[in-house]
């Protein structure tokens, strides 16, 4: 591809990504407008990309929307399991340098599902496990992604205080207890369960985002309580927060600033 090209590219994907953002399919005046492309370029290039079937032409309504192949790309992006790809890697340095074992993590709804466990040579007993799906305001890797979502979505995955099951009688209780702890987690910018699945063992977490700044993942280390003391959790976090930081970038975004 010479440099030339290069624009047109850009505005191919400036036009996808503008589309997926529209609720309603879209004419090709305003998306013309909105990118700052002549007219006549952008019908241009709304062929080509309808002929790709990545756009699909509504002639009726005049305007134009997502096609099936970005559905398809999509598709065979999840299938190829992004997440545990970029991440693994990162993973098995953080292993390395901390003898622990370290989770990979996505919410499902109210819970957490463990996409990726990277063991060392001798790997503490745990109750966690690939495919494995736990309440998640109980585990840190779970309330690390949840302190960045909106209140709004925080109170319809915990609508009542049904919601929030006890495994051994330690973590919140109640959405004010919830949200209480995960605005002081969000500010330190790593999240700590200490007893709330297993009693003899801890964890401490932090968040992955992508290109929109959204939590897509959780990178965790649980290890047995007697093996590290409270004060060196700080010291485990930063590890840990690198790690996901690191994850954030190979997923396009920006990793939080923090104090």
């Known amino acids: 591809m010479t440099a030339s090209n290069v624009p047109a590219v850009r505005h191919a994907v400036a036009v996808l990504r503008r589309l997926a953002a529209s609720p309603d399919p879209l004419p090709a005046a305003a998306l013309a407008r909105a990118l700052d492309v002549p007219r006549s370029s952008m019908y241009h290039l709304l062929s080509v990309l309808v002929d790709e079937g990545l756009v699909v032409h509504l002639p009726e309504k005049h305007r134009y929307g997502l096609g099936l192949g970005?559905?398809?790309?999509?598709?065979?992006?999840?299938?190829?399991?992004?997440?545990?790809?970029?991440?693994?890697p990162l993973l098995v340095r953080l292993v390395a340098e901390?003898?622990?074992?370290?989770?990979?993590?996505?919410?499902?709804?109210?819970?957490?599902l463990y996409l990726l466990k990277v063991q060392p040579e001798h790997p503490t007993t745990l109750v966690t496990d690939v495919g494995v799906r736990l309440p998640a305001h109980l585990t840190a890797s779970g309330r690390?992604?949840?302190?960045?979502?909106?209140?709004?979505q925080v109170r319809a995955l915990f609508p009542d205080k049904d919601s929030f099951l006890t495994r051994t009688g330690a973590g919140p209780k109640n959405l004010p207890e919830l949200r209480s702890m995960l605005g002081a987690e969000r500010r330190q910018g790593w999240a700590v369960e200490d007893g709330h699945v297993t009693p003899e063992l801890a964890c401490v977490a932090a968040p992955a985002f992508d290109h929109n700044g959204h939590p897509v993942a959780s990178v965790a280390v649980p290890f047995r309580r007697t093996a590290r003391p409270p004060g060196s959790w700080p010291r485990l976090a930063q590890q840990v927060m690198a790690t996901a930081d690191a994850l954030t970038r190979r997923l396009g975004g920006t990793p939080p600033e923090r104090s």
């Not at 970005?70 to 970029?86: K, Q």
């Not at 370290?102 to 109210?110: F, I, R, T, W």
């Not at 690390?144 to 709004?152: F, I, M, Q």
Request: aromatic share 4%; no cysteine; charged share 20%.
């Open 70 to 88: 970005v559905f398809e790309l999509g598709s065979a992006y999840l299938r190829h399991d992004p997440l545990e790809h970029l991440a693994r």
């Open 98 to 112: 901390i003898g622990d074992t370290a989770h990979l993590a996505v919410l499902h709804g109210a819970e957490l």
């Open 144 to 152: 690390a992604l949840l302190a960045h979502l909106p209140n709004e």
